[in-house]
């Protein structure tokens, strides 16, 4: 009885395996292939989540910028306090000298002492020495009260620097979060992509970047009289091209690797010029020009959040470093929605 128990759980494991072994059957993976309007939304919603990761990038970025510099100053102001406790000491110290001196003599103002010594040429002699002492010790109380004012004033300022500092920090920290959570979201997503899925995600991203490439060449954006590019453009320009497939990483600028400001930042201090670290600070603080007159070096600000920049480098084209996940590399001008366009050495 044991046996024929035995021989039958066997059977019925060999049949399992075998059901198991052939193709086409219900233990095969049960999700079907993705849409292709289905997978368009994943496109979308994937994008999304990285231009949500760009432009928390560029707020880490701007804090960072802005904790260096207020960091700086409460170093600067620090030693201007030192400076001026030091400063006050030494006043303190001739004042001081001033008073004994004053205390030996009896308390007697000096006019009055050379009037008892009975000696007119004396008082002659002495009055101008007189004079110079008085003024020299008033000048050294007005001296005094100044540099307390100061000291007090670097103190306040460096009270306001810290609170600044702090801003600047809980801002960085923030951000850096936020970067997180949409890079870990849209890595998530990508991950629930199969190899094949992922491929023809690629080649729509791919098209839709022509399709948007074509449209702008076609409307005439690019002027016909291509502009020569400067001394400094180009000489950013073989900077930024001279990085590409180095690896996107958010807040890098080089020169293992880089975030979209962080290229073209570095690019254009290697050209002589330094300018904002980030797109938005780019966006603003820059001369801006036409698009149809843009010249390689200039930078095209992408998205009406100005969360995205690259390089202009003629012929319709632009270097840039994309998103995370991607290398530095060069694209089509026109593939993004262009804000604007501006020019570091105008």
């Not at 409460?74 to 001026?84: F, S």
């Not at 490439?213 to 409307?219: F, K, M, R």
């Not at 084209?317 to 995370?324: E, K």
Request: aromatic share 6%; with cysteine; proline share 5%.
């Amino acid at each position: 009885m044991n046996r024929r128990r035995s021989a039958a759980t066997a059977i019925a494991l060999v049949c399992a395996l075998t059901v198991l072994a052939v193709p086409g059957q219900a233990y095969a993976d049960p999700r079907p292939p993705r849409s292709e309007r289905s997978l368009q939304e994943v496109r979308v919603e994937i994008d999304a989540l990285y231009r949500k990761a760009g432009a928390a990038t560029d707020a880490y970025n701007l804090a960072e910028e802005r904790a260096d510099k207020q960091s700086s100053e409460i170093v600067k102001l620090a030693r201007e306090i030192v400076e001026g406790q030091q400063r006050i000491e030494d006043l303190k110290r001739k004042v001081g000298a001033e008073a004994r001196a004053q205390y030996r003599n009896g308390g007697l103002p000096p006019e009055a002492q050379m009037m008892l010594s009975g000696d007119p040429q004396l008082f002659l002699d002495s009055a101008g020495r007189i004079r110079e002492g008085r003024q020299a010790a008033k000048g050294l109380l007005g001296e005094l009260s100044r540099t307390q004012a100061d000291l007090e004033a670097y103190t306040e300022d460096a009270a306001a620097q810290w609170k600044r500092l702090e801003s600047s920090r809980k801002k960085k920290e923030a951000a850096k979060k936020e970067i997180k959570k949409q890079i870990a979201a849209a890595e998530k997503l990508e991950s629930t992509l199969e190899e094949e899925e992922r491929e023809r995600l690629l080649k729509m991203e791919q098209e839709a970047q022509y399709r948007a490439q074509t449209a702008w060449l076609d409307s005439g954006a690019v002027g016909k009289a291509a502009g020569k590019a400067s001394k400094g453009g180009a000489a950013a320009v073989a900077y930024a091209t001279a990085q590409i497939g180095k690896p996107y990483v958010w807040g890098a600028e080089g020169p293992g690797a880089f975030d979209c400001s962080g290229l073209t930042s570095q690019a254009w201090l290697a050209a002589g010029r330094g300018i904002p670290r980030t797109s938005q600070e780019q966006w603003k603080r820059l001369p801006r020009v036409d698009v149809k007159d843009m010249r390689p070096g200039d930078l095209i600000v992408y998205f009406d959040d100005a969360s995205h920049i690259g390089m202009y480098i003629g012929d319709g084209a632009m270097v840039h470093a994309p998103r995370p996940g991607r290398d530095v590399t060069v694209a089509g001008a026109g593939s993004m929605p262009i804000l604007g366009v501006v020019r570091p050495d105008m």
